[in-house]
């Protein structure tokens, strides 16, 4: 079993920024990749980034290329979101996702909600 904990969502201005953070727990020797997903009010769950956690190779989402960056510390279990510019349709609950080759299916976090206003 792995824990995910995310850390850092509040309210922020457009144009503003905000860094979200992701502490893993447990038995994390497997972890291989780690992700962040949102999702916003009345719509699906959808991809943001991702990070290799060998590697540290990362993926993001058109939608938040040039403004959002992933990286991560080993040491700490650490995954961390910085985002900028941001805008209000960047306003959604952030989820943490981990996935282990301990376990079939990925892992989860509670989420934490980031509100971007006008």
Not at 33 to 43: F, V
Not at 58 to 83: P, Y
Request: hydrophobic share 35%.
């Amino acid at each position: 079993q792995v824990q995910l904990v995310e850390s850092g969502g509040g309210l922020v201005q457009a144009g503003g920024s905000l860094t979200l953070s992701c502490a893993a727990s447990g038995h994390t020797s497997g972890i291989y990749r780690m992700a962040w997903h949102r999702q916003a009010p009345g719509k699906d769950r959808v991809f943001v980034g991702a990070i290799t956690w060998g590697g540290g190779s990362t993926t993001m989402a058109n939608s938040v290329k040039g403004r959002f960056t992933i990286s991560r510390d080993i040491a700490k279990n650490t995954m961390v979101l910085q985002m900028s510019t941001l805008k209000p349709e960047d306003t959604a609950i952030y989820y943490c996702k981990c996935e282990s080759t301990l376990s079939a299916s990925p892992y989860w976090g509670q989420g934490t909600q980031v509100t971007v206003s006008p």
